[in-house]
């Protein structure tokens, strides 16, 4: 069965550190595989997708992620974050054909401190 | 760019009480989606439609229906309200089979 894991709840860092959240993935494929942002109030906002090819993908906002088949995983990375990243993030996995919903991961929280 | 509105950003109702919630989006996009979103559980698809008056459950319909008449638009109808059915719901959009999804601001829903 598909499912996808973001193992941090929350996380906290510093503005200007770099970060990087987890995401790993359950799928009998190849999958689609998305970052969605959601700012306190709003719907979510597509960050970046990786369909195919280079395995390193970049978004918007200055985020970047990378899909690892080996490890089945796809995590997020930002050199330095600013005040405005503090959000929740998900993962998402998509299948190929089928079905036409995305599965989500349960979110990581994003607090950053001055 | 996409752009998917939701009917209203927050919505208070009693036990029992049918509510209406309306999605419209102006990309003719082929498949929409409603989510509920709760802490701790992430999205959880409640129902999607891949065509005008076509429907499939997602993993949580139980007391909740569907109704797309229109390709822009789908609602989302709680038959019977309950405290439980308390949540953010979300709605969403997309061109085709597992493509990128473009989300509303969300509804806020109170069943008190």
């Known amino acids: 069965a598909q499912s996808v894991t973001q193992p941090d709840i929350h996380i906290t860092v510093s503005e200007g550190a770099s970060l990087e959240l987890r995401c790993n993935y359950s799928y009998g494929a190849t999958p689609y595989l998305f970052w969605y942002v959601q700012s306190p109030g709003q719907g979510l906002q597509l960050l970046l997708k990786?369909?195919?090819?280079?395995?390193l993908v970049q978004g918007i906002k200055g985020f970047e992620a990378e899909f690892k088949r080996s490890q089945s995983s796809f995590n997020l990375r930002k050199p330095s974050v600013h005040w405005s990243d503090a959000a929740e993030y998900f993962c998402a996995v998509g299948p190929l054909t089928g079905a036409n919903n995305l599965f989500f991961g349960t979110g990581t929280r994003l607090t950053v401190i001055p | 760019d996409v752009k998917v509105t939701q009917s209203s950003r927050y919505l208070v109702k009693r036990t029992g009480e049918k509510v209406f919630l309306e999605c419209v989006q102006d990309m003719d996009h082929e498949n929409m989606f409603w989510y509920r979103q709760d802490p701790g559980l992430g999205l959880r698809l409640i129902y999607f439609?891949?065509?005008?008056?076509?429907?499939e459950k997602g993993d949580i319909p139980e007391g909740y229906s569907v109704s797309r008449e229109k390709k822009e638009r789908f609602s989302l109808i709680l038959e019977s309200a309950s405290t439980n059915q308390t949540s953010m719901y979300l709605c969403a959009s997309s061109l085709q089979t597992g493509d990128t999804q473009y989300f509303g601001p969300g509804t806020r829903l109170t069943v008190l």
């Open positions: 439609s891949y065509d005008v008056k076509m429907k």
């Open positions: 990786y369909f195919s090819g280079d395995t």
